[in-house]
């Protein structure tokens, strides 16, 4: 599976648009991206995935660029229950066998 | 139940001491796994069940770490002979698929954490 480069902290303002940048140069044409957050003392949860076409749920909307070397995630307006560490993931494996790096530490602020 | 659920919350062992980790996944669910986070660390992948068939256990870090499905639904993790470095928080988490083809999101329980003194 390709690795992936996130920063390891962010800030954003409530009511804010979130946008969090991942780098995932090595990526191979059958791999997906991948995002999961994990709020404090509670378990991993599902966000979005996506192969090379932009993705859009109720959660959040995922951003890749058309040479598919990096992503973004976009909390459209941030609360401050959204403060969490969000992990990007790339993996070729349909399945749940995930590789979750170190992720970014995002803090929402009143 | 509504969701992935695991017990004990709280672990504490003394080193040297087995001990086995609960997980109820999700009802119906094919898939299941589990994963170690220690601290200030994203979660590692150990093992994989489909049913009752344990696919993948390439992440189980020693033969002291043993996971079992029997009947395809509850999962327990062992670990005989508990040392230190064991001390994390073991996930467990469960999807519907049960094949190679799509994806569906993986649930996670809120996991166990295991202190060894």
């Known amino acids: 599976d390709a690795k992936t480069t996130q920063p390891p902290s962010m800030d954003c303002a409530e009511g804010r648009a979130a946008n969090l940048p991942c780098n995932h140069s090595t990526i191979s044409g059958n791999e997906y991206v991948y995002w999961y957050r994990q709020i404090h003392s509670q378990g991993p949860q599902y966000i979005i995935h996506g192969l090379k076409n932009n993705e859009t749920n109720e959660m959040a909307s995922l951003i890749i660029t058309e040479d598919r070397k990096s992503s973004t995630l976009i909390l459209p307006h941030a609360t401050l229950r959204d403060t969490a560490v969000y992990y990007c993931i790339v993996s070729r494996r349909a399945g749940n066998m995930l590789t979750f790096g170190g992720g970014t530490r995002l803090m929402v602020k009143p | 139940g509504a969701g992935v659920s695991q017990s004990p919350r709280y672990k504490v062992a003394k080193r040297g001491q087995d001990v086995a980790l609960r997980c109820d996944p999700i009802s119906g669910h094919v898939s299941l796994f589990w994963y170690q986070q220690a601290l200030g660390q994203g979660p590692e992948f150990l093992t994989y069940?489909?049913?009752?068939?344990?696919?993948?256990k390439s992440g189980l870090p020693s033969d002291r770490f043993f996971a079992e499905r029997p009947e395809g639904s509850v999962s327990t993790l062992k670990i005989q002979r508990t040392q230190q470095e064991d001390s994390a928080v073991y996930l467990c988490?469960?999807?519907?698929?049960?094949?190679?083809?799509?994806?569906?999101?993986?649930?996670f329980g809120q996991g166990t954490r295991l202190t060894v003194v």
């Open positions: 069940f489909q049913n009752e068939a344990q696919l993948d």
């Open positions: 988490a469960s999807s519907l698929e049960g094949g190679w083809q799509g994806y569906t999101e993986a649930f």
